[in-house]
Nanobody
Framework: GQLMEFGGGPVQPGGSLRLSCEASGIAFNFYDVGWYRQAPGNAREKVAS???????YYSDDVKGRFTIVRDNARLTVALQMTNLKPEDTAVYYCYAARPQDRSFWGQGTQVTVSS
């Protein structure tokens, strides 16, 4: 299985960015999928996720600003980010996980929020 992220880059505070993650080689429909991020010097933290039953989770830091979108037909999970803040600057990783199976991770994509 493989995950590949797209869509990172620089953005000004208050701006928007959409990250996309494409999966291949896994039974995507059966996996929890979502996004983590890691800023320099910080631990990797969970940002958002969505289950096969369409239950979503958002960290308190991003609730109301980020939206996770799952497309089982296209094997993709996207993260729509709005009202971005400098503290959102990090490498963003998509993942796919399910019980009793290994997890899959993308290679990461850099998001830099700066004026």
């Amino acid at each position: 299985g493989q995950l590949m992220e797209f869509g990172g880059g620089p953005v000004q505070p208050g701006g928007s960015l959409r990250l996309s993650c494409e999966a291949s080689g896994i039974a995507f429909n059966f996996y929890d999928v979502g996004w983590y991020r890691q800023a320099p010097g910080n631990a990797r933290e969970k940002v958002a996720s969505i289950t096969p039953n369409w239950n979503s989770y958002y960290s308190d830091d991003v609730k109301g600003r980020f939206t996770i979108v799952r497309d089982n037909a296209r094997l993709t999970v996207a993260l729509q980010m709005t009202n971005l803040k400098p503290e959102d600057t990090a490498v963003y990783y998509c993942y796919a996980a399910r019980p009793q199976d290994r997890s899959f991770w993308g290679q990461g994509t850099q998001v830099t929020v700066s004026s």
